[in-house]
């Protein structure tokens, strides 16, 4: 995107999942088909992103691959449920704002010889397609941990579409105080290679709060001095409470880790899992009082 090389630091949006489950999602029921069933709610969360001051807003497509879709008896309707995704929030977002639509894991394992390659290819090829189709400006692949899954899904969009690519990886803290994926993947090592891939836009999601992806903004810049850097961050290090998963910190707690953000030279900053408009909002206002 030439605004984020321009300079300017954008804010995206925040998490689906827990909206939709709001909303009335059942935990058998597939996300992705919401799209098509309960397109108005779908809207009234992309749309409250946007009102909340989001430059981007994303999809609800996260798990809207052949191999996502098939577990729920849909994977002749993929095309269909990811170009109404896509058309969701591309309605939200209006002219002025970015779709940028989500591709999340097949969660089929290359090392287990799970899946091939080219199924990968064939899938991401798929869903891209459609969400261009619906009108994303963007595909982000997302909550990435393979390389060789990654690199099949910036692939195919690369080559069949005419979006931009970004490509986020979820770490995890070592012992040794190291950032890796559940596959032994370094931030540094995962730059340089989807980079080569063609991602166009690099970065983090899920898996930490702000104060860890400071961290990993500094390696991944390091890594790679002129490439845009996106991070979706949790609401901190989830807890239970009741027995449920709670994402404790506040819109001005994560708001408070913009400074030094901007500084580790972050370019894109969004929420993932416990996040709200409310988030959304504070990130904005932070941004706007660094001037």
């Known amino acids: 995107m030439d605004v984020v090389k321009s300079g300017r630091i954008l804010v995206s949006d925040g998490a689906w999942g827990t ?40 999809s609800n497509s996260f ?26 929030s591309r309605q939200a977002a209006g002219e002025e704002r970015w779709v940028i639509a989500s591709i999340g894991p097949t969660g089929k394992m290359l090392i287990m010889k799970e899946t091939t390659e080219e199924a990968l290819y064939q899938a991401f090829q798929e869903q891209a397609m459609a969400l261009e189709k619906g009108g994303a400006d963007a595909i982000c692949i ?36 190291e950032y890796r994926t559940m596959m032994g993947v370094s931030p540094t090592q995962f730059a340089q ?22 961290d990993i903004v500094r390696e991944l810049r390091a ?27 506040s819109p001005e707690e994560m708001a408070g880790y913009i400074p030094a953000l901007v500084e580790a030279g972050v370019n894109i900053v969004g929420g993932c899992c416990g996040t709200t408009p409310d988030h959304i909002r504070a990130l904005k206002k932070a941004i706007a009082d660094l001037g």
């Open 142 to 177: 997302e909550t990435m941990f393979d390389l060789g899954e990654a690199t099949q899904a910036i692939r195919a969009a690369r080559e069949n579409t005419g979006c931009e690519i970004i490509s986020t990886f979820t770490f995890e803290l070592t012992k040794k105080g």
């Open 223 to 249: 890594a790679a001095p002129d490439t845009p850097i996106l991070v979706h961050a949790n609401a901190g290090l989830p807890v239970l409470v009741d027995g449920k998963e709670v994402y404790p910190e």
């Open 19 to 58: 909206f939709l489950h709001q909303k009335g999602l059942q935990a058998a029921e597939c996300p992705e088909m919401w799209s098509v069933t309960n397109s108005k709610a779908v809207l009234e969360i992309a749309s409250s992103y946007i009102d909340a001051g989001a430059d981007m807003v994303q």
């Open 63 to 88: 798990g809207g691959s052949l191999f996502k879709l098939g577990q729920y008896g849909f994977g002749d309707r993929v095309a269909e449920v990811n170009e109404a995704a896509a058309r969701i």
């Open 193 to 214: 290679a989807v980079i080569a891939a063609g991602a166009d836009i690099i970065g983090t999601n899920c898996g930490n709060g702000m104060k860890r992806m400071v």
